[in-house]
């Protein structure tokens, strides 16, 4: 088992836990695995990181969809509830933001239903990830929140080494700053790989697996 820090900065009393090592994702490999456990499934952390991460916002841009990637559906509901108490506008019927998990198809595709379509269609979508390296993951819900008519309103993470995907701002509690010597790479460029460095384990949206 990889041993955890804490990452000696906070922001909102959220501590972000890391490892460093040799790490593969289904995109990339990286020399830190950031772990986000707890604030996808501890209220008290979700709570705290969605009051961290709206503050981030202008409470001029409506949102009227929060769809959560990377199990996030907790933070989710608890960003809806911040952006709500902050004065967010929203075009919903309602007045309440919907929360909303994609499905995904044989292809690894986003997908809605007919019975979620309407969350989508016409709506502002803020798109909430656990972390935003590559940017591949955001780039392809960005596609599919067009394809289905939706507007892309921005990318919430907790943490994020990029400032923008497609034009579109992300916005986290931590971002490259605290960690600035986080690193990913392409497969076939990784210089650990290259070293003969074996890999310390794989990662991915539900968490880590020692190899």
């Known amino acids: 088992m990889i ?3 804490h990452l000696q900065q906070r922001r909102g009393n959220v501590p972000l836990r890391i490892a460093r090592g040799h790490f593969a994702t289904n995109h990339s490999h990286i020399n830190y695995y950031i772990d ?3 604030q996808k499934t501890r209220l008290s952390e979700a709570k705290t990181t969605a009051y961290a991460l709206v503050s981030h916002f202008i409470n001029d841009t409506p949102v009227d969809t929060v769809l959560c990637l990377d199990g996030t559906a907790v933070l989710g509901t608890c960003v809806a509830e911040e952006l709500t108490k902050s004065g967010f506008r929203t075009i919903n019927a309602h007045q309440t933001i919907y929360v909303l998990e994609p499905e995904y198809n044989a292809n690894s595709q ?6 979620v379509r309407p969350m989508i269609t016409g709506k502002n979508v803020l798109i909430l990830m656990a972390s935003v390296t590559t940017g591949f993951t955001a780039k392809r819900s960005i596609e599919a929140i067009g394809y289905y008519g939706g507007n892309v309103v921005g990318v919430a993470a907790i943490y994020r080494n990029l400032d923008e995907i497609a034009g579109y701002p ?3 509690v931590y971002d490259i700053s605290d960690l600035p010597d986080y690193a990913s790479y392409d497969y076939k460029e990784c210089p650990y790989c290259k070293q003969g460095k074996k890999l310390d384990g794989l990662v991915n949206s539900f968490g880590f697996s020692a190899l």
């Open 110 to 115: 986003i997908i809605f239903r007919d019975n």
């Open 170 to 172: 992300v916005r986290s």
């Open 3 to 5: 041993e955890l820090k």
């Open 36 to 38: 986000i456990t707890f």
